[in-house]
């Protein structure tokens, strides 16, 4: 079976920075197409950012140049590197994954972690 494990989230002051990991397992993670969601309270959940087998990597406009997305392939890890934390990043974090094609609608990723909580206070 597939697992996606995600941990790194925590409640820190705006301006700091965090690294969320996702653990995969149950799959060749060489040939996942990872990527990162977010759902804030009340909220729809949101693309973040998505790295191909390749290393190729996307962003929303709204998190590029604070976020950056990266893969340990003999850890079989995906990163998400957030600097600047603002209060608007509060949400819980996904990490999610597919075999086929990168892409930023939900129903694209086919497997999916728990989430981890990520709380900025001002």
């Known amino acids: 079976q597939v697992e996606l494990v995600e941990t790194g989230g925590g409640l820190v002051q705006a301006g700091d920075s965090l690294r969320l990991s996702c653990a995969a397992s149950?799959?060749?993670?060489?040939?996942?197409?990872m990527a990162w969601f977010r759902q804030a309270p009340n909220k729809g959940r949101e693309f973040v950012a998505a790295i191909k087998r390749t290393r190729g990597r996307t962003y929303v406009d709204s998190v590029e140049g604070r976020f950056t997305i990266s893969r340990d392939e003999p850890k079989n890890t995906v990163y998400l590197q957030i600097n600047s934390l603002q209060p608007n990043d509060t949400a819980v974090y996904y990490c999610?994954?597919?075999?086929?094609?990168?892409?930023?609608?939900?129903?694209?990723?086919?497997?999916w972690g728990q989430g981890t909580q990520v709380t900025v206070s001002s």
């Open positions: 999610a994954a597919t075999t086929g094609g990168m892409g930023s609608a939900t129903f694209t990723y086919k497997y």
């Open positions: 149950g799959l060749p993670f060489s040939t996942l197409t």
